[in-house]
DNA sequence: TCTGCGAAGATTGCATCCAATCTTGCATTC
DNA sequence: GAATGCAAGATTGGATGCAATCTTCGCAGA
Protein backbone atom coordinates (compact mmCIF):
# COMPACT_ATOMS: atom_id res chain seq x y z
CA UNK A 1 0.00 0.00 0.00
CA UNK A 2 3.06 2.37 -0.36
CA UNK A 3 2.37 3.99 -4.34
CA UNK A 4 -1.07 3.78 -5.77
CA UNK A 5 0.49 2.39 -8.89
CA UNK A 6 1.61 -0.35 -6.69
CA UNK A 7 -1.89 -0.95 -5.50
CA UNK A 8 -2.80 -0.88 -9.07
CA UNK A 9 -0.45 -3.34 -9.43
CA UNK A 10 -1.60 -5.91 -6.64
CA UNK A 11 -5.40 -5.46 -7.30
CA UNK A 12 -5.52 -5.81 -11.18
CA UNK A 13 -2.95 -9.16 -11.07
CA UNK A 14 -5.07 -10.53 -8.50
CA UNK A 15 -8.23 -10.23 -10.83
CA UNK A 16 -6.12 -11.65 -13.56
CA UNK A 17 -4.77 -14.65 -11.87
CA UNK A 18 -8.02 -15.44 -10.41
CA UNK A 19 -9.81 -15.27 -13.84
CA UNK A 20 -11.88 -12.12 -13.30
CA UNK A 21 -10.49 -10.46 -16.67
CA UNK A 22 -10.46 -13.75 -18.43
CA UNK A 23 -7.54 -14.31 -21.35
CA UNK A 24 -8.18 -12.34 -23.95
CA UNK A 25 -10.07 -9.56 -22.25
CA UNK A 26 -9.29 -6.22 -23.38
CA UNK A 27 -8.48 -3.70 -20.27
CA UNK A 28 -9.34 -0.28 -20.62
CA UNK A 29 -7.43 1.91 -18.79
CA UNK A 30 -10.48 4.55 -18.03
CA UNK A 31 -13.26 1.90 -16.85
CA UNK A 32 -10.11 0.13 -14.58
CA UNK A 33 -9.13 3.58 -13.32
CA UNK A 34 -12.60 4.38 -12.45
CA UNK A 35 -13.40 1.48 -11.16
CA UNK A 36 -10.46 1.96 -8.95
CA UNK A 37 -11.00 5.57 -8.44
CA UNK A 38 -7.49 6.90 -9.53
CA UNK A 39 -6.36 8.39 -12.94
CA UNK A 40 -5.12 6.95 -15.78
CA UNK A 41 -1.43 7.37 -14.45
CA UNK A 42 -1.11 4.33 -11.96
CA UNK A 43 -3.42 2.51 -13.98
CA UNK A 44 -0.92 3.15 -17.44
CA UNK A 45 2.02 2.12 -15.14
CA UNK A 46 0.52 -0.91 -13.51
CA UNK A 47 -0.46 -2.27 -17.16
CA UNK A 48 2.91 -1.71 -18.28
CA UNK A 49 4.13 -3.71 -15.63
CA UNK A 50 1.63 -6.47 -15.75
CA UNK A 51 2.72 -6.74 -19.71
CA UNK A 52 6.90 -7.14 -18.64
CA UNK A 53 5.37 -9.50 -15.66
CA UNK A 54 3.90 -11.85 -18.82
CA UNK A 55 0.29 -11.62 -17.64
CA UNK A 56 -0.48 -8.64 -20.40
CA UNK A 57 -0.24 -8.50 -24.06
CA UNK A 58 0.57 -5.71 -25.42
CA UNK A 59 -0.04 -3.60 -29.00
CA UNK A 60 1.09 0.11 -28.66
CA UNK A 61 -2.02 2.38 -29.74
CA UNK A 62 -4.34 -0.29 -29.59
CA UNK A 63 -4.13 -1.54 -25.63
CA UNK A 64 -3.57 -4.34 -23.68
CA UNK A 65 -5.36 -7.88 -23.17
CA UNK A 66 -4.88 -10.93 -21.08
CA UNK A 67 -2.36 -12.97 -22.41
CA UNK A 68 -3.89 -16.46 -23.62
CA UNK A 69 -2.24 -19.89 -23.07
CA UNK A 70 -2.59 -22.37 -25.51
CA UNK A 71 -2.13 -26.27 -24.16
CA UNK A 72 1.21 -26.02 -25.61
CA UNK A 73 1.83 -22.87 -23.74
CA UNK A 74 0.65 -24.60 -20.27
CA UNK A 75 3.40 -27.86 -21.30
CA UNK A 76 6.18 -25.36 -21.79
CA UNK A 77 5.70 -23.56 -18.63
CA UNK A 78 5.72 -27.04 -16.87
CA UNK A 79 8.38 -28.20 -18.32
CA UNK A 80 10.65 -24.83 -17.34
CA UNK A 81 9.08 -25.19 -13.65
CA UNK A 82 9.70 -28.47 -13.23
CA UNK A 83 13.91 -28.50 -13.65
CA UNK A 84 13.58 -25.47 -11.96
CA UNK A 85 12.27 -26.50 -8.55
CA UNK A 86 14.22 -29.63 -9.57
CA UNK A 87 17.44 -27.30 -9.35
CA UNK A 88 15.71 -25.67 -5.76
CA UNK A 89 15.19 -28.99 -4.30
CA UNK A 90 18.74 -30.38 -5.36
CA UNK A 91 20.41 -27.11 -4.06
CA UNK A 92 18.20 -26.97 -0.63
CA UNK A 93 19.44 -30.94 -0.24
CA UNK A 94 22.90 -30.20 -1.10
CA UNK A 95 23.86 -26.69 1.16
CA UNK A 96 21.33 -28.00 3.64
CA UNK A 97 17.84 -27.27 4.41
CA UNK A 98 17.71 -24.51 7.39
CA UNK A 99 16.14 -25.39 11.08
CA UNK A 100 13.28 -23.09 10.54
CA UNK A 101 11.96 -24.55 6.97
CA UNK A 102 12.26 -28.29 8.01
CA UNK A 103 9.99 -27.53 10.80
CA UNK A 104 7.37 -25.73 8.46
CA UNK A 105 7.94 -28.65 6.01
CA UNK A 106 7.32 -30.90 9.07
CA UNK A 107 4.26 -29.25 10.02
CA UNK A 108 3.49 -28.71 6.83
CA UNK A 109 3.32 -32.42 5.67
CA UNK A 110 1.75 -33.13 9.06
CA UNK A 111 -1.18 -30.41 8.55
CA UNK A 112 -1.84 -32.21 4.98
CA UNK A 113 -1.87 -35.56 6.07
CA UNK A 114 -4.70 -34.47 8.60
CA UNK A 115 -6.46 -32.86 5.90
CA UNK A 116 -6.61 -36.35 3.66
CA UNK A 117 -8.74 -37.83 6.71
CA UNK A 118 -11.16 -35.23 6.37
CA UNK A 119 -14.89 -36.63 5.70
CA UNK A 120 -16.31 -34.03 4.64
CA UNK A 121 -14.52 -32.59 0.88
CA UNK A 122 -15.52 -28.99 1.23
CA UNK A 123 -14.63 -26.08 -1.07
CA UNK A 124 -12.99 -24.80 1.98
CA UNK A 125 -10.66 -27.84 2.69
CA UNK A 126 -10.05 -27.83 -1.30
CA UNK A 127 -8.79 -24.38 -0.34
CA UNK A 128 -6.87 -25.01 2.21
CA UNK A 129 -4.95 -27.74 0.76
CA UNK A 130 -4.33 -25.65 -2.04
CA UNK A 131 -2.17 -23.35 0.37
CA UNK A 132 -0.67 -25.70 1.72
CA UNK A 133 0.73 -27.11 -1.15
CA UNK A 134 1.75 -23.64 -2.34
CA UNK A 135 3.56 -22.89 0.72
CA UNK A 136 5.45 -26.37 0.70
CA UNK A 137 6.77 -25.62 -2.61
CA UNK A 138 7.66 -21.84 -1.90
CA UNK A 139 8.92 -23.22 1.11
CA UNK A 140 11.72 -24.81 -0.53
CA UNK A 141 12.77 -22.80 -3.58
CA UNK A 142 12.87 -19.90 -0.87
CA UNK A 143 15.41 -21.99 0.95
CA UNK A 144 17.60 -22.71 -1.84
CA UNK A 145 18.56 -18.59 -0.77
CA UNK A 146 18.95 -17.73 -4.84
CA UNK A 147 16.85 -14.93 -5.66
CA UNK A 148 17.01 -15.22 -9.26
CA UNK A 149 15.72 -18.80 -9.35
CA UNK A 150 12.85 -17.50 -6.76
CA UNK A 151 11.89 -14.46 -9.46
CA UNK A 152 11.88 -17.35 -12.43
CA UNK A 153 9.78 -19.69 -10.15
CA UNK A 154 7.41 -17.40 -9.34
CA UNK A 155 7.14 -15.89 -13.16
CA UNK A 156 6.10 -19.53 -14.02
CA UNK A 157 3.78 -19.28 -11.20
CA UNK A 158 1.72 -16.54 -12.21
CA UNK A 159 -0.17 -17.55 -14.91
CA UNK A 160 -3.73 -16.09 -15.96
CA UNK A 161 -6.09 -18.25 -14.93
CA UNK A 162 -4.05 -21.42 -13.84
CA UNK A 163 -4.82 -20.22 -10.30
CA UNK A 164 -8.50 -20.51 -10.32
CA UNK A 165 -8.37 -23.80 -12.12
CA UNK A 166 -5.86 -25.89 -10.32
CA UNK A 167 -6.63 -27.52 -8.11
CA UNK A 168 -10.29 -27.35 -8.69
CA UNK A 169 -10.49 -31.68 -10.59
CA UNK A 170 -8.63 -33.04 -7.91
CA UNK A 171 -10.05 -36.03 -6.94
CA UNK A 172 -9.09 -37.85 -3.60
CA UNK A 173 -6.19 -40.44 -4.94
CA UNK A 174 -4.49 -37.33 -6.84
CA UNK A 175 -4.10 -35.65 -3.72
CA UNK A 176 -2.93 -38.80 -1.47
CA UNK A 177 -0.61 -39.13 -4.62
CA UNK A 178 0.27 -35.54 -4.38
CA UNK A 179 0.99 -35.26 -0.85
CA UNK A 180 3.51 -39.19 -1.38
CA UNK A 181 5.21 -36.88 -3.33
CA UNK A 182 5.63 -34.11 -0.72
CA UNK A 183 6.84 -36.31 1.86
CA UNK A 184 9.30 -38.33 -0.31
CA UNK A 185 10.92 -34.98 -1.67
CA UNK A 186 11.11 -33.71 2.08
CA UNK A 187 12.92 -36.97 3.19
CA UNK A 188 15.19 -36.83 0.26
CA UNK A 189 16.10 -33.08 1.21
CA UNK A 190 16.18 -33.77 4.75
CA UNK A 191 18.66 -36.22 4.13
CA UNK A 192 21.18 -34.09 1.50
CA UNK A 193 20.21 -36.78 -1.38
CA UNK A 194 20.83 -33.59 -4.28
CA UNK A 195 20.18 -36.10 -7.42
CA UNK A 196 16.94 -37.61 -5.98
CA UNK A 197 15.66 -34.63 -4.52
CA UNK A 198 15.95 -33.14 -8.12
CA UNK A 199 14.63 -36.01 -9.73
CA UNK A 200 11.59 -36.01 -7.40
CA UNK A 201 10.68 -32.46 -7.49
CA UNK A 202 10.55 -32.63 -11.12
CA UNK A 203 8.81 -35.74 -11.85
CA UNK A 204 6.19 -33.86 -9.07
CA UNK A 205 5.94 -30.83 -11.28
CA UNK A 206 5.48 -32.40 -14.00
CA UNK A 207 2.92 -34.50 -13.16
CA UNK A 208 1.09 -31.48 -12.09
CA UNK A 209 1.52 -30.45 -15.09
CA UNK A 210 -0.07 -32.84 -17.25
CA UNK A 211 -2.72 -33.71 -14.79
CA UNK A 212 -4.07 -29.78 -15.24
CA UNK A 213 -3.38 -30.17 -19.06
CA UNK A 214 -5.60 -33.15 -18.84
CA UNK A 215 -7.97 -31.20 -16.88
CA UNK A 216 -7.89 -27.80 -19.25
CA UNK A 217 -8.88 -30.25 -22.29
CA UNK A 218 -11.43 -32.00 -19.89
CA UNK A 219 -12.84 -28.85 -19.69
CA UNK A 220 -13.22 -28.88 -23.44
CA UNK A 221 -15.30 -26.00 -25.28
CA UNK A 222 -15.21 -23.34 -22.05
CA UNK A 223 -11.58 -23.27 -21.38
CA UNK A 224 -10.67 -23.90 -24.96
CA UNK A 225 -11.90 -21.20 -26.21
CA UNK A 226 -11.09 -18.66 -23.97
CA UNK A 227 -7.28 -19.69 -24.14
CA UNK A 228 -7.88 -19.19 -28.34
CA UNK A 229 -5.40 -16.59 -29.04
CA UNK A 230 -7.90 -13.52 -30.39
CA UNK A 231 -6.76 -11.23 -32.18
CA UNK A 232 -6.27 -7.79 -30.67
CA UNK A 233 -7.01 -5.56 -33.63
CA UNK A 234 -8.98 -7.04 -37.05
CA UNK A 235 -6.55 -8.15 -39.53
CA UNK A 236 -5.99 -4.91 -42.00
CA UNK A 237 -8.06 -6.22 -45.38
CA UNK A 238 -5.56 -5.39 -47.74
CA UNK A 239 -4.12 -8.97 -48.82
CA UNK B 1 10.47 3.20 -32.91
CA UNK B 2 6.48 2.15 -32.38
CA UNK B 3 6.05 4.72 -29.19
CA UNK B 4 9.04 6.69 -27.51
CA UNK B 5 8.51 4.98 -24.52
CA UNK B 6 9.43 1.77 -26.06
CA UNK B 7 12.40 2.98 -27.58
CA UNK B 8 13.47 4.49 -24.33
CA UNK B 9 12.99 0.85 -22.56
CA UNK B 10 15.78 -0.05 -25.93
CA UNK B 11 18.04 2.71 -24.95
CA UNK B 12 17.92 2.34 -21.50
CA UNK B 13 18.18 -1.10 -21.24
CA UNK B 14 21.41 -0.84 -23.49
CA UNK B 15 23.33 1.37 -21.25
CA UNK B 16 22.52 -0.74 -18.34
CA UNK B 17 23.65 -4.15 -19.76
CA UNK B 18 26.49 -2.18 -21.57
CA UNK B 19 27.95 -0.41 -17.86
CA UNK B 20 26.84 3.15 -19.18
CA UNK B 21 25.57 3.21 -16.01
CA UNK B 22 27.37 1.09 -13.77
CA UNK B 23 25.65 -1.20 -10.84
CA UNK B 24 24.33 1.14 -7.75
CA UNK B 25 23.94 3.77 -10.09
CA UNK B 26 21.31 6.24 -9.71
CA UNK B 27 18.96 6.82 -12.48
CA UNK B 28 17.28 10.31 -12.64
CA UNK B 29 14.20 10.97 -14.30
CA UNK B 30 14.78 14.57 -15.58
CA UNK B 31 18.35 14.12 -16.38
CA UNK B 32 17.38 11.19 -18.67
CA UNK B 33 14.23 12.87 -20.22
CA UNK B 34 16.49 15.77 -21.06
CA UNK B 35 19.35 13.53 -22.39
CA UNK B 36 16.79 12.00 -24.73
CA UNK B 37 15.03 14.73 -25.28
CA UNK B 38 11.39 13.17 -24.06
CA UNK B 39 9.51 14.46 -21.16
CA UNK B 40 9.22 12.42 -17.80
CA UNK B 41 6.59 10.51 -19.18
CA UNK B 42 8.41 7.82 -20.77
CA UNK B 43 11.23 7.63 -19.25
CA UNK B 44 8.76 6.78 -15.95
CA UNK B 45 7.25 4.08 -18.12
CA UNK B 46 10.42 2.39 -18.79
CA UNK B 47 12.10 2.63 -15.52
CA UNK B 48 9.18 0.72 -14.40
CA UNK B 49 9.64 -1.78 -17.34
CA UNK B 50 13.50 -1.78 -17.05
CA UNK B 51 12.79 -2.59 -12.74
CA UNK B 52 9.88 -5.57 -14.05
CA UNK B 53 12.49 -6.98 -15.82
CA UNK B 54 14.93 -7.33 -13.11
CA UNK B 55 17.66 -4.89 -14.15
CA UNK B 56 16.86 -2.10 -11.86
CA UNK B 57 15.98 -1.88 -8.05
CA UNK B 58 13.08 0.58 -7.24
CA UNK B 59 12.63 2.01 -3.86
CA UNK B 60 9.23 4.02 -3.75
CA UNK B 61 9.23 8.06 -3.35
CA UNK B 62 13.12 7.54 -3.81
CA UNK B 63 13.60 6.20 -7.51
CA UNK B 64 15.52 3.57 -9.20
CA UNK B 65 19.40 2.23 -8.91
CA UNK B 66 20.76 -0.29 -11.30
CA UNK B 67 21.03 -3.77 -9.70
CA UNK B 68 24.06 -5.02 -8.67
CA UNK B 69 24.26 -8.71 -8.30
CA UNK B 70 27.36 -10.21 -5.70
CA UNK B 71 29.01 -13.55 -6.42
CA UNK B 72 26.14 -15.24 -4.96
CA UNK B 73 24.29 -13.67 -7.13
CA UNK B 74 25.88 -14.68 -10.06
CA UNK B 75 25.94 -18.16 -9.51
CA UNK B 76 22.46 -18.24 -8.68
CA UNK B 77 21.87 -16.97 -12.03
CA UNK B 78 24.19 -19.68 -13.81
CA UNK B 79 22.46 -21.90 -11.64
CA UNK B 80 19.19 -21.56 -13.04
CA UNK B 81 20.78 -20.74 -16.80
CA UNK B 82 22.16 -24.01 -16.70
CA UNK B 83 19.02 -26.46 -16.11
CA UNK B 84 17.01 -23.93 -18.37
CA UNK B 85 19.12 -24.34 -21.03
CA UNK B 86 19.68 -28.19 -20.71
CA UNK B 87 16.03 -27.98 -20.70
CA UNK B 88 16.05 -26.41 -24.30
CA UNK B 89 18.88 -28.71 -25.59
CA UNK B 90 17.21 -31.66 -24.24
CA UNK B 91 13.95 -30.64 -25.88
CA UNK B 92 15.41 -30.01 -29.47
CA UNK B 93 16.81 -33.23 -29.07
CA UNK B 94 13.81 -35.53 -28.28
CA UNK B 95 11.34 -33.13 -30.59
CA UNK B 96 14.07 -33.40 -33.31
CA UNK B 97 15.97 -30.23 -34.64
CA UNK B 98 14.65 -28.30 -37.15
CA UNK B 99 16.53 -27.68 -40.46
CA UNK B 100 17.13 -24.69 -40.69
CA UNK B 101 18.63 -24.67 -36.97
CA UNK B 102 20.31 -27.45 -38.25
CA UNK B 103 21.99 -25.49 -40.94
CA UNK B 104 22.61 -22.42 -38.87
CA UNK B 105 24.27 -24.51 -36.04
CA UNK B 106 26.48 -26.04 -38.51
CA UNK B 107 27.60 -22.81 -39.82
CA UNK B 108 27.80 -21.24 -37.00
CA UNK B 109 30.48 -23.88 -35.82
CA UNK B 110 32.41 -23.58 -38.87
CA UNK B 111 32.62 -20.17 -38.77
CA UNK B 112 33.52 -20.33 -34.83
CA UNK B 113 36.44 -23.04 -35.50
CA UNK B 114 37.73 -20.92 -38.38
CA UNK B 115 37.90 -17.66 -36.07
CA UNK B 116 39.66 -19.77 -33.52
CA UNK B 117 42.15 -20.32 -36.34
CA UNK B 118 42.74 -16.53 -36.41
CA UNK B 119 46.71 -15.39 -35.81
CA UNK B 120 46.00 -11.85 -34.65
CA UNK B 121 43.52 -12.02 -32.41
CA UNK B 122 42.21 -8.59 -31.69
CA UNK B 123 39.01 -6.97 -29.81
CA UNK B 124 36.92 -7.31 -33.27
CA UNK B 125 37.40 -10.69 -33.13
CA UNK B 126 36.64 -11.15 -29.75
CA UNK B 127 33.39 -9.52 -30.59
CA UNK B 128 32.59 -11.80 -32.98
CA UNK B 129 33.29 -14.36 -31.13
CA UNK B 130 30.59 -13.57 -28.44
CA UNK B 131 28.53 -12.70 -31.12
CA UNK B 132 28.65 -16.51 -32.27
CA UNK B 133 28.16 -17.83 -28.79
CA UNK B 134 25.55 -16.21 -28.23
CA UNK B 135 23.61 -16.98 -31.77
CA UNK B 136 24.84 -20.61 -31.05
CA UNK B 137 22.69 -20.54 -27.74
CA UNK B 138 19.72 -18.18 -28.48
CA UNK B 139 19.17 -21.09 -31.85
CA UNK B 140 19.16 -24.01 -29.62
CA UNK B 141 16.61 -22.25 -27.24
CA UNK B 142 14.93 -20.82 -30.00
CA UNK B 143 14.00 -24.12 -31.56
CA UNK B 144 12.59 -25.52 -28.13
CA UNK B 145 9.82 -23.93 -29.07
CA UNK B 146 8.78 -22.89 -25.87
CA UNK B 147 7.70 -19.19 -25.40
CA UNK B 148 7.71 -19.15 -22.07
CA UNK B 149 11.41 -21.13 -21.79
CA UNK B 150 13.08 -18.54 -23.95
CA UNK B 151 11.29 -15.55 -22.48
CA UNK B 152 13.10 -16.83 -18.03
CA UNK B 153 16.19 -17.44 -20.29
CA UNK B 154 16.05 -14.15 -21.94
CA UNK B 155 16.02 -12.86 -18.53
CA UNK B 156 18.81 -14.78 -17.32
CA UNK B 157 20.71 -14.13 -19.51
CA UNK B 158 20.66 -9.93 -19.00
CA UNK B 159 21.96 -8.78 -16.47
CA UNK B 160 23.59 -5.59 -15.60
CA UNK B 161 27.89 -5.40 -16.31
CA UNK B 162 27.73 -9.15 -17.82
CA UNK B 163 27.44 -8.09 -21.45
CA UNK B 164 30.04 -5.85 -20.92
CA UNK B 165 32.70 -8.27 -19.27
CA UNK B 166 31.57 -11.53 -20.70
CA UNK B 167 34.06 -12.73 -22.63
CA UNK B 168 36.87 -10.02 -22.15
CA UNK B 169 39.15 -12.43 -20.18
CA UNK B 170 39.20 -15.49 -21.75
CA UNK B 171 42.19 -16.63 -23.42
CA UNK B 172 42.09 -19.20 -26.44
CA UNK B 173 42.38 -22.19 -24.74
CA UNK B 174 39.27 -21.81 -22.88
CA UNK B 175 37.67 -20.67 -26.33
CA UNK B 176 38.74 -23.77 -27.95
CA UNK B 177 37.47 -25.63 -25.09
CA UNK B 178 33.95 -23.82 -25.40
CA UNK B 179 34.16 -24.41 -29.34
CA UNK B 180 34.43 -28.42 -28.40
CA UNK B 181 31.41 -28.19 -26.30
CA UNK B 182 29.16 -26.70 -28.71
CA UNK B 183 30.52 -29.03 -31.38
CA UNK B 184 29.41 -32.14 -29.13
CA UNK B 185 26.25 -30.18 -27.29
CA UNK B 186 25.19 -30.25 -31.25
CA UNK B 187 26.22 -33.56 -32.31
CA UNK B 188 24.24 -35.01 -29.24
CA UNK B 189 20.53 -32.95 -30.48
CA UNK B 190 21.45 -33.63 -33.92
CA UNK B 191 21.15 -37.38 -33.09
CA UNK B 192 18.36 -37.37 -30.58
CA UNK B 193 20.10 -37.96 -27.37
CA UNK B 194 18.08 -35.86 -25.31
CA UNK B 195 19.58 -36.60 -21.78
CA UNK B 196 23.27 -35.73 -23.13
CA UNK B 197 22.32 -33.01 -24.64
CA UNK B 198 20.54 -31.79 -21.32
CA UNK B 199 23.76 -32.75 -19.49
CA UNK B 200 26.29 -31.34 -22.18
CA UNK B 201 24.66 -28.17 -21.87
CA UNK B 202 24.14 -27.90 -18.15
CA UNK B 203 27.60 -28.36 -17.56
CA UNK B 204 28.65 -25.99 -20.34
CA UNK B 205 26.67 -23.52 -18.94
CA UNK B 206 27.68 -24.06 -15.32
CA UNK B 207 31.59 -23.52 -16.96
CA UNK B 208 30.70 -20.52 -18.32
CA UNK B 209 29.36 -19.30 -14.97
CA UNK B 210 32.57 -20.77 -13.03
CA UNK B 211 35.07 -18.98 -14.90
CA UNK B 212 32.52 -15.22 -15.37
CA UNK B 213 32.83 -15.43 -11.27
CA UNK B 214 36.63 -16.14 -11.33
CA UNK B 215 37.33 -13.59 -13.71
CA UNK B 216 34.54 -11.33 -11.46
CA UNK B 217 36.90 -12.25 -8.19
CA UNK B 218 39.86 -11.62 -9.94
CA UNK B 219 39.00 -7.91 -11.14
CA UNK B 220 39.38 -7.07 -7.69
CA UNK B 221 38.47 -4.24 -5.99
CA UNK B 222 37.01 -2.79 -9.60
CA UNK B 223 34.64 -5.22 -9.81
CA UNK B 224 34.10 -6.24 -5.86
CA UNK B 225 33.29 -2.43 -5.26
CA UNK B 226 31.09 -1.95 -8.13
CA UNK B 227 28.82 -5.23 -7.01
CA UNK B 228 28.91 -4.56 -4.34
CA UNK B 229 24.89 -3.44 -3.04
CA UNK B 230 24.78 0.20 -2.55
CA UNK B 231 21.64 1.03 -0.07
CA UNK B 232 19.50 3.87 -1.73
CA UNK B 233 18.32 5.36 1.28
CA UNK B 234 20.19 6.04 4.13
CA UNK B 235 19.29 4.00 7.03
CA UNK B 236 17.19 5.59 9.58
CA UNK B 237 18.87 6.52 12.18
CA UNK B 238 16.52 5.54 15.27
CA UNK B 239 16.88 2.04 16.08
C1' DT C 1 32.66 17.14 18.28
C1' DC C 2 28.71 14.65 17.85
C1' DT C 3 23.69 14.13 17.85
C1' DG C 4 19.11 15.52 16.95
C1' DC C 5 15.90 18.61 14.90
C1' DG C 6 14.02 21.44 11.22
C1' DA C 7 13.55 23.96 7.07
C1' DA C 8 14.74 24.44 2.20
C1' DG C 9 15.66 22.09 -1.95
C1' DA C 10 15.20 18.24 -4.93
C1' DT C 11 12.78 14.29 -6.71
C1' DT C 12 9.10 11.33 -7.30
C1' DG C 13 3.78 10.39 -7.59
C1' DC C 14 -0.36 11.64 -9.50
C1' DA C 15 -3.91 14.20 -12.10
C1' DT C 16 -5.23 16.56 -16.08
C1' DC C 17 -4.91 18.37 -20.70
C1' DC C 18 -3.72 17.97 -25.53
C1' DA C 19 -1.98 15.39 -29.54
C1' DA C 20 -1.64 11.17 -32.23
C1' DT C 21 -3.43 6.93 -33.57
C1' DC C 22 -6.76 3.57 -34.04
C1' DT C 23 -11.58 1.96 -34.53
C1' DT C 24 -16.14 2.23 -36.14
C1' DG C 25 -19.80 3.41 -38.99
C1' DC C 26 -21.69 5.35 -43.04
C1' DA C 27 -21.77 6.96 -47.55
C1' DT C 28 -20.05 6.45 -52.12
C1' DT C 29 -18.59 4.02 -56.10
C1' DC C 30 -17.69 0.19 -59.05
C1' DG D 1 -23.86 -6.34 -53.26
C1' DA D 2 -19.10 -5.77 -52.02
C1' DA D 3 -15.27 -2.96 -51.48
C1' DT D 4 -13.20 1.46 -50.73
C1' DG D 5 -12.71 5.94 -48.78
C1' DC D 6 -13.80 9.31 -45.44
C1' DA D 7 -15.23 11.31 -41.19
C1' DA D 8 -16.60 11.12 -36.35
C1' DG D 9 -15.87 8.92 -32.06
C1' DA D 10 -13.04 6.46 -28.87
C1' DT D 11 -8.66 5.20 -26.90
C1' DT D 12 -3.97 5.46 -26.14
C1' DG D 13 0.66 8.29 -25.93
C1' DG D 14 2.94 12.20 -24.16
C1' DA D 15 3.61 16.79 -21.78
C1' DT D 16 2.99 19.64 -18.00
C1' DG D 17 1.60 21.36 -13.42
C1' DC D 18 0.91 20.50 -8.66
C1' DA D 19 1.03 17.77 -4.39
C1' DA D 20 3.55 14.53 -1.45
C1' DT D 21 7.62 12.54 0.04
C1' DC D 22 12.31 12.21 0.61
C1' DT D 23 17.03 14.12 0.94
C1' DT D 24 20.27 17.41 2.28
C1' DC D 25 22.21 20.95 4.76
C1' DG D 26 22.53 24.03 8.48
C1' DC D 27 21.80 25.09 13.30
C1' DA D 28 21.09 24.47 18.09
C1' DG D 29 22.11 21.88 22.10
C1' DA D 30 24.43 18.44 24.84
New interface residues.
Given amino acids: M??R??SVVRALRDKVLDGEYAPGARLNEIEISNSLNVSRTPV??AL??LA???LLDYV??SGYVVRSYSV??IE??Y??RS??E??AAR?VAEKGISDRVRGLLHKNLAETEALLNETDWSDRLRDEWGRLNEEFHEAIFADA?????S??IG??RSIPLLKGVKFRWHDLDTLAASYSDHAELFDAIANGQGTRAEHLAREHVYQAGRRLVANWRRAGVDGASAATRRPIRKVSRAA
Same sequence: chains 1, 2.
Fill in positions: STGQRAAITEGPNQDGVAAVLGLTGNRHLELKS
